[in-house]
């Protein structure tokens, strides 16, 4: 009796589990399923100091490193037309996810090296051009401005939420958590240091954060489900200020998580960059 008492449970679990699959495969898809960036090594180009894995820039970024660590400081900057973004990049010759967030086109990407006080000298330079597989992509992948992995409580969060859920109900659901769930660091907004990058892990575990913070946060939980999510960075009305831009069955949508906490009334929203 015992052994059929298991083994008709043991049926029961695997129906329930074959239930779960065919319910997640019906709806979202899983964090498990979303973009991880990979230095594949498949196409690679290296110029100076710089080397540049592009394997996967049809998937709308490209992977960054210095060809020897050394003890001064790098930026990475990214061209796209009059359009120029500087990144910080690490010294210790790993690589760095970023993205190609103007879409398909030419690009051209330099290393620079500080050599002393607040000079730096070219280093390398490549230049590419990409036709991504969606003019969205760059926007479903984690980035210095949206930094997540597999195991960030945010996107596991995410999973949990937005189970079963199609990309229009997955929108509506985070944007909801994020108005009901978190509040504006005043505090932090005070400390806040020029340079400083957004910090998911800290605006995730404490319920709050400042509007860069929210918005990666925002960014994160729906990315992972395969939902394109952009961190915009510009003015709100006269503040210098981070919001999102959606892109949900087709449409662009606008949330300002600073906003929806209650943080700011804004009139005019004017784009500079994003992420």
């Known amino acids: 009796m015992r052994r059929f008492g298991f083994f008709r449970t043991g049926i029961c679990l695997v129906g329930l589990l074959m239930l779960m699959l065919a319910c997640a495969a ?25 080397v540049l894995d592009i394997s996967n820039k049809k998937q709308g970024y490209v992977m960054a490193r210095v060809k020897q660590a050394g003890k001064h400081r790098f930026k990475l900057r990214m061209s796209y037309g009059k359009t120029e973004l500087t990144y910080d990049l690490n010294q210790d010759g790993d690589f760095e996810v970023f993205p190609l ?21 070219a280093q390398g330079k490549v230049s590419l051009k990409v036709k991504l597989d969606d003019e969205n992509a760059a926007f ?12 960030t409580k945010a996107v596991k969060k995410s999973d949990e939420l937005c189970a079963g859920a199609s990309p229009s109900e997955c929108y509506k659901i985070i944007t909801n958590y994020i108005t009901t769930e978190f509040s504006y660091d005043f505090v932090r907004a005070a400390t806040v240091k020029s340079g400083m990058l957004p910090d998911i892990d800290y605006c995730y575990e404490n319920h709050m954060g400042i509007c860069q913070d929210l918005s990666a946060v925002m960014a994160c939980m729906l990315r992972v489900q395969g939902v394109p999510s952009k961190l915009v960075i510009g003015y709100a009305d006269k503040y210098y200020h981070a919001w999102n831009f959606t892109v949900v069955d087709g449409k662009e949508q606008f949330f300002d998580p600073t906003a929806a906490v209650g943080a700011l009334h804004a009139k005019k929203y004017q784009v500079e960059r994003m992420y």
């Not at 019906?26 to 710089?50: M, Q, T």
């Not at 879409?103 to 620079?112: A, R």
């Not at 401005?145 to 195991?151: A, H, K, N, P, S």
């Open 140 to 151: 479903l992948v984690p980035n210095q401005y949206v930094d997540y992995g597999l195991f």
């Open 26 to 50: 019906a709806g979202h898809a899983a964090a498990r399923d979303a973009v991880w960036p990979d230095a594949a090594g498949s196409e690679v180009k290296k110029n100076g100091k710089l």
């Open 101 to 121: 967030q103007q879409g398909s086109g030419s690009y051209t990407i330099s290393l620079f090296e500080n050599v002393k006080g607040k000079k730096y000298s």
